[in-house]
C-alpha cells in the first residue's frame, strides 16, 4: 500500500532553515506528482507546494512562494522541501500527499 513518511521537522529560529523529506513507498513513485501542504493549530490544512512528476514543474502558495523549495529524487523515491528564511507563521505540522495519500506529518516550530 501507499506509504508517506516525513522527517525533518524541528525547532527553529526566525530566519534559519530546514529540511523536510518525504520517503514514498508502495506505489511507482516516479509515475506521480508530489505536494506539501501544512496545518497550523486551529486552522484547516494548506497547500504549500507541489512538484510533478520529473521535477520540471513545481508551484508554490504565495505565502512561501521564493523562501521554499520543493523537490524530489526519483532514484530514492523521495521528495523535499527546502525551507528558508522562516517565519513565525511557518510554524505548524507538514505532511506530504501523493495519489490521495497523507504521511504522517513532521512537526516545524520556528521561534521568534
Known amino acids: 500500500q501507499v506509504q508517506l513518511v516525513e522527517s525533518g521537522g524541528g525547532l527553529v529560529q526566525a530566519g534559519g532553515s530546514l529540511r523536510l523529506s518525504c520517503a514514498a513507498s508502495?506505489?511507482?513513485?516516479?509515475?506521480?506528482?508530489m505536494a506539501w501542504f501544512r496545518q497550523a493549530p486551529g486552522k484547516e490544512r494548506e497547500f504549500v507546494a507541489n512538484?510533478?512528476?520529473?521535477?520540471?514543474?513545481?508551484y508554490y502558495a504565495d505565502s512561501v512562494k521564493g523562501r521554499f523549495t520543493i523537490s524530489r529524487d526519483n532514484a530514492k523515491n523521495a521528495a523535499y522541501l527546502q525551507m528558508n528564511t522562516l517565519k513565525v507563521e511557518d510554524t505548524a505540522v507538514y505532511y506530504c500527499?501523493?495519489?490521495?495519500?497523507w504521511g504522517q506529518g513532521t512537526q516545524v516550530t520556528v521561534s521568534s
Open positions: 508502495g506505489f511507482t513513485f516516479s509515475n506521480y506528482a
Open positions: 512538484i510533478n512528476w520529473n521535477g520540471g514543474m513545481t
Open positions: 500527499k501523493s495519489l490521495n495519500s
